[in-house]
């Protein structure tokens, strides 16, 4: 089976990025399904490190614990024929617990379960999850609305996008919510796109920058 991306997704993201506008996936989706797909994108850099943090609650004596370990890129050989390019997204056995992180330029990729337990048992590193963390998969309605309500309490204005019920929590508590369907996302949603892609973010971030100057003007 194959998600792929829309044919709008890469250009939006590369003029959000050339525009210094931060992009994170919050997804109901499988974590490593995520991984692929925001490899694929684009939404990564190439030479950026993807790092896929992993949190396991107390249980029985021990405490909770939690494992940060590399994700290794390659290209899926069977796929050359049609030049599309695959992503096998694994885990290296080679921790980076104990190293200098701060050497490089890294992306956290977790479960929304893993971020609950680092939230409650390691406080101290949710900052650096909030201004590293670019994949966030297997994410609750509320857990969506648990990250855009942490990333504004750094001082984050947050957009979301989102065409699902299990959205309508998260895009009606983010600064400005767009709803990519007609159904249930719209009505919690101030805004809905008549296109179902994110073509429209940037489109509304000119309009309301338009707006702002002529009001100031």
């Known amino acids: 089976m194959e998600n792929k991306l829309k044919p709008e997704t890469k250009p939006v993201l590369y003029e ?18 995520a ?10 850099p190439n030479a950026s490190s993807l790092l896929l ?15 940060c370990h590399p994700v290794e890129r390659s290209r899926d050989k069977s796929h050359k024929q049609n ?47 909030l201004l590293n963390a670019t994949i966030f998969g297997r994410m609750t309605p509320n857990q969506k609305t648990s990250i855009i ?9 947050v957009g979301m996008c989102g065409d699902g019920a299990n959205d309508c929590g998260a895009l009606k508590i983010a600064h400005a919510g767009i709803s990519l369907s007609n159904l249930e996302a719209s009505v919690a949603s101030p805004f809905t796109s008549n296109i179902s892609n994110i073509e429209c973010v940037p489109k509304l971030l000119k309009e309301g920058r338009n707006t702002l100057v002529t009001s100031i003007c």
């Open 16 to 33: 959000l990025k050339s525009a210094n506008i931060r992009t994170i996936m919050v997804t109901g989706d499988n974590l490593q399904t």
């Open 35 to 44: 991984c692929t797909v925001g490899l694929s994108s684009g939404m990564l």
């Open 53 to 67: 943090l992993e949190a396991c609650e107390p249980k029985g004596g021990s405490s909770a614990s939690f494992t």
């Open 83 to 129: 030049n599309t390019a695959k992503y096998l997204v694994t885990t290296t056995n080679e921790s980076i617990w104990g190293f200098n992180v701060s050497a490089w330029k890294y992306h956290y990729a977790m479960s929304g379960k893993t971020y609950e337990i680092m939230k409650q048992h390691f406080p101290s590193l949710v900052p650096d999850i």
């Open 149 to 157: 309500e942490d990333l504004q309490k750094i001082n984050y204005y």
